[in-house]
């Protein structure tokens, strides 16, 4: 990669979370400064920041600067940070990550500790957070690579690379290990409809990589499929059950129905942060919905008359029967998925 892309860092001055603003990409290229509650929840929430890894990575820091800002050492300083904690976790429900990295700062917080040693806690859990994000990027990358031979073509959805991660991604992290070893892969990206994070994030930073990208309409995969113009499919998640199911978004669902059919490799590459043993299946994944004017006025354009109705969610799952193999930071896992 010509320069590492860094979606979520600390400030130069450690002040704030700094996070580059992807409903501005491919157009703009904007960094924002994440320093209170209120604009850590917003960003994760508008999707400013976004991929399970780099909102949960997002989600440790943002806890930490939003503690900083706003507690003061009273006698409800405690009570205070669990209130900024749950506001945060809550901040989007399906993705597994934000509430794990939540949640595993907060368990370190002493209750009987002063407020300087709980902030001084926080910021070092949240920096192991983001150091262990990059490492496990950097290891999936490797493990993944091992899929991908030369002339290999690619179809992913959504965006799992280093704009939804701490590091260089998920599902691109194999594709950018086996370019820089000089081997020739070609990605298409589903546009991903409705908010286009396929052709807005994923081609944007594959193309800067040097990696040929070619963008392709949501409903355009069946048939390049079908004229053999891919060799596997390769996907990030936000949630994996405990028996395998996926949880990725709204249209994996379709890629993967349409790889089996066509029998096609299909691979989910996740961290082990996004194995969920809590949840039994797919079935149990909560689905965020989302506002219709993602769908009716994308991108500020109405598109759907005004007295429709819009169903958006912005999930899917897909059963694991249909997962040729999910790629960990730890190894590959293939079906029956036993991860414990």
Not at 122 to 136: G, H, K, V, W, Y
Not at 191 to 218: F, H, K, N, Y
Not at 330 to 335: K, L, M, Q, S, V
């Amino acid at each position: 990669m010509t320069s590492p892309i860094e979606a979520v860092r600390w400030s130069p001055d450690a002040s704030a979370v700094r996070i580059i603003d992807q409903r501005r990409l491919p157009e703009h290229y904007v960094e924002r400064d994440l320093r209170t509650l209120d604009e850590v929840v917003e960003a994760i929430q508008t999707l400013s920041v976004r991929g399970a890894p780099a909102i949960g990575v997002c989600g440790a820091m943002g806890l930490a600067v939003a503690a900083e800002a706003g507690t003061s050492a009273s006698p409800s300083f405690h009570a205070d940070l669990r209130r900024i904690a749950l506001a945060i976790r809550e901040a989007r429900p399906t993705a597994v990550n934000l509430a794990w990295a939540v949640d595993r700062v907060m368990a370190l917080v002493d209750a009987a500790a002063d407020r300087d040693t709980v902030l001084a806690v926080l910021r070092r859990e949240a920096t192991r957070i983001l150091d262990e994000d990059r490492a496990m990027c950097r290891a999936i990358g490797e493990h993944g690579s091992a899929l991908i031979a030369d002339g290999a073509r690619v179809l992913t959805h959504c965006n799992a690379g280093a704009l939804a991660t701490g590091g260089m991604g998920t599902a691109l992290a194999p594709v950018y290990v086996a370019h820089g070893r000089g081997l020739r892969v070609a990605v298409f990206a589903d546009e991903t409809r409705p908010l286009l994070q396929g052709s807005r994030l994923t081609a944007w930073e594959l193309a800067r990589a040097g990696v040929p990208v070619t963008v392709i309409s949501d409903n355009m995969a069946a048939s390049v499929m079908r004229s053999g113009h891919v060799d596997l499919c390769i996907v990030g998640a936000d949630r994996i059950a405990a028996n395998g199911d996926v949880a990725n978004k709204i249209g994996t669902y379709g890629v993967a129905v349409l790889a089996r059919h066509h029998g096609i490799p299909f691979y989910v590459a996740a961290p082990t942060s996004t194995i969920d043993p809590a949840t039994a299946t797919g079935a149990d994944i909560v689905i965020e919905q989302r506002a219709a004017e993602e769908v009716a006025v994308p991108f500020g354009v109405r598109i759907a008359p005004v007295d429709a109705s819009i169903h958006n969610p912005a999930f899917d799952v897909t059963p694991a029967e249909l997962v040729t193999a999910i790629v960990t930071d730890t190894g590959i896992f293939r079906g029956p998925y036993r991860f414990t």
